[in-house]
Protein backbone atom coordinates (compact mmCIF):
# COMPACT_ATOMS: atom_id res chain seq x y z
CA UNK A 1 0.00 0.00 0.00
CA UNK A 2 2.66 2.31 0.70
CA UNK A 3 4.77 1.78 -2.44
CA UNK A 4 1.75 2.67 -4.38
CA UNK A 5 0.92 5.63 -2.35
CA UNK A 6 4.73 6.33 -3.08
CA UNK A 7 4.28 6.09 -6.58
CA UNK A 8 0.79 8.29 -6.63
CA UNK A 9 2.50 11.25 -4.50
CA UNK A 10 5.23 11.70 -7.43
CA UNK A 11 7.59 13.19 -5.05
CA UNK A 12 10.25 15.57 -6.64
CA UNK A 13 13.29 16.51 -4.69
CA UNK A 14 13.21 19.69 -2.64
CA UNK A 15 9.32 19.46 -2.40
CA UNK A 16 7.85 19.75 1.02
CA UNK A 17 5.87 16.42 1.89
CA UNK A 18 3.63 15.55 4.70
CA UNK A 19 3.56 11.92 6.10
CA UNK A 20 0.56 11.54 8.09
CA UNK A 21 0.89 8.94 11.06
CA UNK A 22 3.99 7.90 10.54
CA UNK A 23 4.10 4.47 12.25
CA UNK A 24 7.09 2.26 11.43
CA UNK A 25 7.97 5.18 8.98
CA UNK A 26 8.47 3.09 5.81
CA UNK A 27 6.89 5.81 4.12
CA UNK A 28 8.70 8.41 5.60
CA UNK A 29 11.98 6.53 4.66
CA UNK A 30 11.52 6.51 1.19
CA UNK A 31 10.38 10.15 0.81
CA UNK A 32 13.67 11.14 2.47
CA UNK A 33 15.42 9.13 0.15
CA UNK A 34 13.90 11.09 -2.82
CA UNK A 35 15.54 14.67 -1.73
CA UNK A 36 12.10 15.47 -0.51
CA UNK A 37 12.25 18.00 2.62
CA UNK A 38 9.88 15.73 4.69
CA UNK A 39 7.87 16.41 7.79
CA UNK A 40 6.35 13.09 9.33
CA UNK A 41 3.29 13.73 12.04
CA UNK A 42 1.97 11.54 14.25
CA UNK A 43 0.16 11.31 17.78
CA UNK A 44 2.15 8.99 19.32
CA UNK A 45 5.62 10.44 21.65
CA UNK A 46 7.13 6.89 21.08
CA UNK A 47 6.43 6.84 16.98
CA UNK A 48 7.88 10.31 17.12
CA UNK A 49 11.43 10.12 18.74
CA UNK A 50 11.65 6.88 17.52
CA UNK A 51 11.62 8.29 14.07
CA UNK A 52 13.48 10.95 15.11
CA UNK A 53 16.57 8.71 15.92
CA UNK A 54 16.26 6.12 12.78
CA UNK A 55 15.98 9.45 10.82
CA UNK A 56 17.45 12.43 11.82
CA UNK A 57 17.07 14.41 7.59
CA UNK A 58 13.36 14.05 8.52
CA UNK A 59 11.52 16.64 10.98
CA UNK A 60 8.71 14.54 12.98
CA UNK A 61 6.49 16.39 15.02
CA UNK A 62 3.60 15.30 17.52
CA UNK A 63 0.30 16.24 15.74
CA UNK A 64 -3.17 14.69 14.83
CA UNK A 65 -4.73 14.91 11.12
CA UNK A 66 -7.72 16.83 13.21
CA UNK A 67 -5.20 20.04 14.08
CA UNK A 68 -2.01 20.12 11.96
CA UNK A 69 1.03 21.44 13.85
CA UNK A 70 1.93 23.36 10.26
CA UNK A 71 1.61 26.94 8.75
CA UNK A 72 -0.72 27.86 6.04
CA UNK A 73 0.31 26.13 2.57
CA UNK A 74 3.52 24.99 3.86
CA UNK A 75 3.37 21.45 1.66
CA UNK A 76 3.72 20.51 -1.77
CA UNK A 77 2.31 17.22 -1.51
CA UNK A 78 0.92 14.99 1.60
CA UNK A 79 0.34 11.12 2.25
CA UNK A 80 -1.34 8.88 4.53
CA UNK A 81 -1.99 5.62 4.43
CA UNK A 82 -3.81 3.52 7.05
CA UNK A 83 -4.92 6.19 9.26
CA UNK A 84 -8.28 7.57 7.84
CA UNK A 85 -9.95 4.37 10.41
CA UNK A 86 -8.49 6.52 13.40
CA UNK A 87 -11.08 9.40 12.13
CA UNK A 88 -14.51 9.25 13.30
CA UNK A 89 -15.29 12.24 10.80
CA UNK A 90 -13.34 12.96 7.75
CA UNK A 91 -13.99 17.02 7.87
CA UNK A 92 -11.41 18.19 9.99
CA UNK A 93 -8.69 16.40 8.41
CA UNK A 94 -9.74 17.18 5.01
CA UNK A 95 -9.74 21.11 6.36
CA UNK A 96 -6.26 20.69 7.44
CA UNK A 97 -4.65 18.91 4.78
CA UNK A 98 -6.79 21.60 2.53
CA UNK A 99 -4.95 24.57 4.98
CA UNK A 100 -1.34 23.54 4.97
CA UNK A 101 -1.18 22.16 1.08
CA UNK A 102 -0.51 24.78 -1.51
CA UNK A 103 -3.01 25.35 -4.45
CA UNK A 104 -2.18 22.66 -6.68
CA UNK A 105 -0.42 20.54 -3.87
CA UNK A 106 -1.30 16.71 -4.66
CA UNK A 107 -3.02 14.53 -1.59
CA UNK A 108 -2.56 10.79 -1.21
CA UNK A 109 -4.65 8.52 0.32
CA UNK A 110 -4.03 4.65 1.01
CA UNK A 111 -6.56 2.68 2.70
CA UNK A 112 -8.37 -0.26 3.37
CA UNK A 113 -11.74 -0.81 1.31
CA UNK A 114 -14.82 -0.35 3.99
CA UNK A 115 -15.38 -4.26 2.99
CA UNK A 116 -11.96 -4.80 3.82
CA UNK A 117 -11.83 -3.28 7.04
CA UNK A 118 -15.20 -4.61 8.05
CA UNK A 119 -13.65 -8.08 7.61
CA UNK A 120 -11.08 -7.84 10.12
CA UNK A 121 -12.93 -8.58 13.26
CA UNK A 122 -10.64 -5.97 15.26
CA UNK A 123 -12.25 -3.19 13.74
CA UNK A 124 -14.91 -3.08 16.25
CA UNK A 125 -12.70 -1.51 18.82
CA UNK A 126 -13.55 2.30 17.60
CA UNK A 127 -12.05 2.18 13.74
CA UNK A 128 -14.13 3.25 11.62
CA UNK A 129 -14.74 1.23 7.63
CA UNK A 130 -14.76 4.27 5.43
CA UNK A 131 -16.82 3.90 1.94
CA UNK A 132 -14.72 5.19 -0.88
CA UNK A 133 -17.53 7.16 -2.10
CA UNK A 134 -17.62 9.38 1.11
CA UNK A 135 -13.94 9.69 1.57
CA UNK A 136 -14.38 11.34 -2.47
CA UNK A 137 -17.15 13.44 -1.33
CA UNK A 138 -15.76 15.05 1.85
CA UNK A 139 -12.59 15.78 -0.20
CA UNK A 140 -14.91 17.20 -3.33
CA UNK A 141 -16.48 19.12 -0.28
CA UNK A 142 -12.88 20.22 1.23
CA UNK A 143 -11.41 21.48 -1.47
CA UNK A 144 -10.05 18.79 -3.20
CA UNK A 145 -10.37 17.83 -6.57
CA UNK A 146 -10.16 13.75 -6.41
CA UNK A 147 -8.07 12.85 -9.85
CA UNK A 148 -7.45 9.05 -9.47
CA UNK A 149 -8.95 6.05 -7.52
CA UNK A 150 -6.69 3.33 -7.68
CA UNK A 151 -8.01 -0.22 -6.36
CA UNK A 152 -4.83 -2.21 -5.47
CA UNK A 153 -5.27 -5.67 -3.50
CA UNK A 154 -2.64 -7.79 -1.41
CA UNK A 155 -2.67 -11.18 0.67
CA UNK A 156 -2.31 -9.33 3.89
CA UNK A 157 -5.09 -6.15 4.00
CA UNK A 158 -7.38 -7.21 1.06
CA UNK A 159 -8.61 -5.06 -1.20
CA UNK A 160 -7.45 -1.35 -0.92
CA UNK A 161 -7.32 2.32 -2.81
CA UNK A 162 -5.22 4.24 -3.36
CA UNK A 163 -7.00 8.13 -3.84
CA UNK A 164 -5.17 11.20 -5.49
CA UNK A 165 -6.39 14.77 -4.94
CA UNK A 166 -5.65 17.71 -5.81
CA UNK A 167 -5.97 21.13 -3.57
CA UNK A 168 -8.27 23.69 -5.69
CA UNK A 169 -6.73 26.69 -5.88
C1 LIG B 1 -1.94 1.67 11.18
S1 LIG B 1 -0.68 2.85 11.50
C2 LIG B 1 -0.14 3.20 9.86
C3 LIG B 1 1.29 3.61 9.80
C4 LIG B 1 1.84 3.77 8.39
N1 LIG B 1 1.31 4.93 7.72
C5 LIG B 1 1.56 2.50 7.61
O1 LIG B 1 0.72 2.49 6.73
O2 LIG B 1 2.20 1.49 7.94
C6 LIG B 1 -1.58 4.30 11.90
C7 LIG B 1 -0.73 5.45 12.35
O3 LIG B 1 -1.57 6.60 12.40
C8 LIG B 1 -1.36 7.25 13.62
N2 LIG B 1 -2.60 7.97 13.96
C9 LIG B 1 -3.63 7.56 14.72
N3 LIG B 1 -4.56 8.50 14.82
C10 LIG B 1 -4.12 9.56 14.09
C11 LIG B 1 -4.62 10.87 13.83
N4 LIG B 1 -5.79 11.27 14.32
N5 LIG B 1 -3.87 11.68 13.06
C12 LIG B 1 -2.69 11.28 12.55
N6 LIG B 1 -2.16 10.06 12.78
C13 LIG B 1 -2.87 9.21 13.54
C14 LIG B 1 -0.97 6.16 14.61
O4 LIG B 1 -0.26 6.66 15.72
C15 LIG B 1 -0.13 5.25 13.74
O5 LIG B 1 1.23 5.59 13.73
Not at 28 to 56: F, K, M, N, Q, Y
Not at 70 to 91: H, K, R
Not at 100 to 124: D, I, M, N, S, Y
Amino acid sequence: MMADALAALEPVPGEAVLDLGVGGGWLSARLLARGCALVGIDPSAEVVARTRRRLPAGRFLEGRAEALPLADAALDGAASVNTIYFWPVLEPPVAELARVLKPGGRLVLGFQTAEAVRAWQGHVHGFTAWETADVEAALDAGGFRVVAVQAGRNWRVRDYCTLVALRAG
